[in-house]
């Protein structure tokens, strides 16, 4: 099996075409114990300290093992199959065992601080230097100076906490795929626009029934909480939304077996052992320490002064929205399954259209076309098709060349389907390097979960695109230039690789704000049927709606990253108090409408309890007030020019942000860029919330 896996090809390209459940353990197998006769060898007394004998002979067994699993990690999140999720969790503690080992080798510490100590170090370039500097840093994180017996629960630590994440990620997804809400009677779906309609009769076609079917996936449940004038129907639909992976799942098959209450609870005692035995007083002190945030209690801090300046307006939004609801709707009392509705009619009322009326000029191949012209404008870059092999059909692949050379290249995974992990993400698929004298050009995975085309009368149509889905596809590609327009040539700080957890966000939601520009919109826009572009008395409403209820989605967002943050800091899983009353508490101190009692979203928050944020959540909003004052350089820009589009600043922003990679610090990045430290004002001005 191994002779011809092609999980141990890594001559080009993943083989999706062949891979199969199979050959998973196989590669993991051969991968591992040649990874362990490396670090054998390494480790040795003879084997002399220096870059090239010690150092990158690691980044080449980090670099293999990594590629390999990552592939398998990846097919478990796009066509999760109950052979490959076999295949995952068998091999899963083994590479966990071996990462936990590689951190608590005492002798390649030893190694690695020898060499920091040499007189060879003073000599390394700048990026091996942080190299160095992040690997000492990640024994001790790792354990390494731990006692033996110390180490041993450590590592047992690592591989129970990677597990119960899986299971957590794993019951989400089965319970989104799960659920099912046929609905017979086309009256009951008043409200709802027809292409909504059309994709549920789609989806109930398939599994031979009659009438509209719907799932938890997010385009196909959320027009209901948008657009349908049934209350029911939107209350049902709330509920199963929220209460999926919980122990009140009503409609849930397996209800029980995919409750992660538990899980939650698991991991948040995992995670405190594990700092305790680190040294430290809570998990929230581990997550900062390679992070650009301080401690704890700044972040808190951050967060509490963001909620302070958000709250009035967060408190004008929902006055406004339940009289709108009680006047205009009927509505005395305003609930959670109320909100999405009421907020879209006040909006469609206070700016004379609607969000369905913008779908309609979003095409996804205009918008894919206006996003690569956009790139290709500000970073002097051409876009154009390529051929690999994917693991679905609806998967498309794409190079970035400069001066006819190659830069990076992309898969764009769009729709939502079974089997495949809702939200969306960039996820690394291989990082640049120089090995060997060849230079290895970045790859990545740009993972969407948007409504597929729907076909009508036999013929499939255009997929049209939300403004919302507009946003997250230039956000997700903003990390995919994270990744791809790096030019560092060492793996380990490559791209996104050992860049700061809260800066990583930084180009993702810089993209996002060019989603609202004229001069980016016109290219990417044509009606559905008329196919004239955005006409701009409507761009002119959405952007004066641009900042409706930003007031309650910032609360939002600072309510979430302090439930997390608290979570991870001055919860104790082992007292009295449960983790819902914990969510009750901050809500009761800065939530402005409170969610029914059976809400459980805890229960699918992956990205705290199998995503990576834990205790990092905040970083959407730190990053977001980087994020804002970079994109202040372009306004700043077109204030002279007359356009956003400055091939000048998206020239100094590659260089600065893009091309650095993890090679030093994010602020050093950021301060290169724009001349001095960020600002809050470029973030609470884009919100609407300056004083």
Partial sequence: MTSNNPLLDFSALPRFDAITAEHVTPAIDTLLAQARATVAQLAAPETPVSWDSFVAPQ??????????????????????????????????????????????????????????????????????KTIIEHALRGFRLGGAELPD??????????????????????????????????????????????????????????????GYQFSLHFPSFYPILQFADNRQLREKVYHANVTKASELGAGFSKKDEWDNSANIVKLLALRHEEAVLLGYRNYAEVSLVPKMAQSPEQVIGFLEDLARRARPYAEQDLAELRAFAKEELGLDELKAWDVP????????????????EVKQYFPEHKVIDGLFRLVQQLFSVSITPDTASTWHPDVRFYRIERDGELVGQFYLDLYARTG???????????????????LQTPVAYLTCNFTEPAVVDGQKQPALFTHDEVITLFHEFGHGLHHMLTQVDEISVSGIAGVEWDAVELPSQFMENFCWEWDVLQHMTAHAVTGEPLPRALYDKMLAAKNFQSGMQTLRQVEFSLLDMHLHYDYDPAGTQSVQQLIDDVRSQFAVLTPPAYNRFQNSFGHIFAGGYAAGYYSYKWAEVLSADAYAAFEEAAAMSGGTISAETGKRFQQEILAMGGSRPALESFTAFRGREPSIDALLRHSGMAA
Avoid at 99 to 120: M, V, Y
Avoid at 188 to 203: H, I, M, T, Y
Avoid at 420 to 438: I, L, N, V
């Fill in 341 to 356: 509705y009421a907020s879209e009619k006040l909006q469609e009322r206070r700016y004379a259209f609607s969000a369905q």
């Fill in 420 to 438: 495949k992990r809702g939200g969306a993400w960039m996820d690394d698929a291989r990082g640049r390097r120089r090995h060997q004298g060849q």
């Fill in 149 to 210: 017996d110390k180490k041993e629960r450590f590592g047992a630590i690592q591989e129970e906490q990677a597990a119960v994440s899986t299971r957590f990620s794993e019951n989400v997804l089965d319970a989104t795929n799960d659920y099912k809400l046929l609905v017979t009677d086309e009256l009951e779906l008043a409200g709802l626009p027809d292409d909504v309609k059309q994709a549920a009769r789609n989806s109930a076609e398939k599994d031979g029934k009659e």
């Fill in 59 to 128: 980044d080449e067994i980090s670099e293999t093992l990594g590629r390999a699993w990552s592939i398998v990690g990846h097919l478990s999140s796009v066509v999760d199959t109950p052979e490959l999720r076999a295949a995952f969790n068998e091999n899963q503690p083994k590479v966990t065992e071996f990462w936990t080992e590689l951190g608590q080798n005492e002798a390649l510490f030893g190694k690695f601080k020898q060499l920091r100590a040499s007189d060879e170090f003073a000599a390394l370039s700048p990026e091996r």
